[in-house]
């Protein structure tokens, strides 16, 4: 059974950085699609950034310029190094992998930035 674990959340002044890390874990499956959600109180979850196995990424327009996603095709890992971070990027961050068959999230990971 697949499992994504996320990793690197916590609190952090407005400004600083923060790197999220994922990584898949169970039986062997390939991911065409790896990425970030969030989902901050009281609204729906929302893209974050997205990595193709080709090495495209496609990011959400509030965080270009600040975050960075990266992903290790071959150990099923995918990263999000958060800069200048904004007290707006308070949320949980999802891992969601998505392989032929079906997609798999993760737990979720608290960011909370103070202001």
């Known amino acids: 059974q697949v499992q994504l674990v996320e990793s690197g959340g916590g609190l952090v002044q407005a400004g600083g950085s923060l790197r999220l890390s994922c990584a898949a874990s169970?039986?062997?499956?390939?991911?065409?699609?790896m990425g970030w959600y969030r989902q901050a109180p009281g609204k729906q979850r929302e893209m974050v950034a997205l990595?193709?196995?080709?090495?495209?990424?496609n990011y959400a327009d509030s965080v270009k310029g600040r975050f960075t996603i990266s992903r290790d095709n071959a150990n099923n890992i995918v990263d999000l190094q958060m800069n200048r971070l904004k007290p707006e990027d308070t949320a949980v961050y999802y891992c969601?992998?998505?392989?032929?068959?079906?997609?798999?999230w993760g737990q979720g990971t608290q960011v909370t930035v103070s202001s």
């Open positions: 169970g039986s062997t499956v390939s991911f065409r699609l």
């Open positions: 969601q992998g998505v392989a032929t068959i079906r997609d798999y």
């Open positions: 990595a193709n196995s080709d090495g495209s990424t």
